[in-house]
Structure formats: structure tokens, C-alpha cells
């Protein structure tokens, strides 16, 4: 049996960046079971929503900041 629910864009895109070559429905189903491992189905809420678009976005800002200032690292 097949249910439609409905997602926001930016959930649609996050669970689509995230399933790669599964379906829609295996990765959700994959996010509960890890979930389910650690005994709290709750958890999955780390997966979705974490931020706001304006705090993701600080965030990327800054990751950006970082990586351009950083230095190569040296194994000689």
C-alpha cells in the first residue's frame, strides 16, 4: 500500500540529497532503523530542521571562511 504525505522543499531536498540511488521510502526507512538502534525513534528530528535557513546559511559562510584561510597540512 502506497500513503502521500507532503514535505517541505527543503526537507524534499535534504532527504533527496541524502537517498543517492534509493528510494524515497528505503532511506526513510534506513533513518528510522538507525534511529530505532539507538532506542529513541525521536532522533530522526536530528536529521530534519535542524537549522533554520538563516543559521545554515551563517554556517556555510563560515565553513567557507575556514577552508579558504586554512593551510595545507604537511606529511613529509
Sequence with gaps: MT???????????KL????KNMSFSKEID????????????????KFMGVWTKTEATAFQKEVAESRKNAR?????
Excluded at 3 to 13: R, W
Excluded at 16 to 19: G, H, I, R, T
Excluded at 30 to 45: H, P, Q, T
Design 30 to 45: 534506513e533513518l528510522i532503523e538507525k534511529s530505532s538502534e539507538k532506542g529513541d525513534v525521536r532522533n530522526l528530528r
Design 72 to 76: 595545507p597540512r604537511s606529511f613529509a
Design 3 to 13: 500513503k502521500i504525505i507532503s514535505l517541505t522543499n527543503e526537507v524534499y531536498e
Design 16 to 19: 533527496k540529497k541524502l537517498k
